[in-house]
């Protein structure tokens, strides 16, 4: 399955982004998916993750009640609702999806990646 991710840009401090992953190729089976990001000098981490139905998700606790991730499997993508963003969110955001069947948070799990979309916030 190859991702396409999108909709990065630049935004202000208290702003709006909403980023969309697109699959495409082997679709006829679902995936756990994830948004991950790596800012510059840090690791890749975690955000946050939803089940081959929707209707589980996780959040790392740095974007908790500001982000949401979402789903619409009809249309093969995910997307990211990023609200409030911070400074400390500017990053590189990837999609990934992982063919196991419970919804996880470690990176090494995922086996497809995206290329990933650039996020800044300006303060």
């Known amino acids: 399955v190859q991702l396409q991710a999108s909709g990065g840009g630049l935004v202000q401090a208290g702003g709006s982004l909403r980023l969309s992953c697109a699959a495409s190729?082997?679709?006829?089976?679902?995936?756990?998916m994830g948004w991950f990001r790596q800012a510059p000098g840090k690791e890749r981490e975690f955000v946050a993750a939803?089940?081959?139905?929707?209707?589980?998700?996780r959040y790392a606790d740095s974007v908790k009640g500001r982000f949401t991730i979402s789903r619409d499997n009809a249309k093969n993508t995910m997307y990211l609702q990023m609200n409030s963003l911070k400074p400390e969110d500017t990053a590189i955001y990837y999609c990934?999806?992982?063919?196991?069947?419970?919804?996880?948070?470690?990176?090494?799990?995922?086996?497809?990646w995206g290329q990933g979309t650039l996020v800044t916030v300006s303060s």
């Open positions: 190729g082997r679709t006829d089976s679902t995936y756990v």
């Open positions: 939803i089940s081959r139905s929707g209707g589980s998700t």
């Open positions: 990934a999806a992982d063919s196991a069947v419970a919804v996880t948070t470690t990176i090494e799990l995922y086996d497809y």
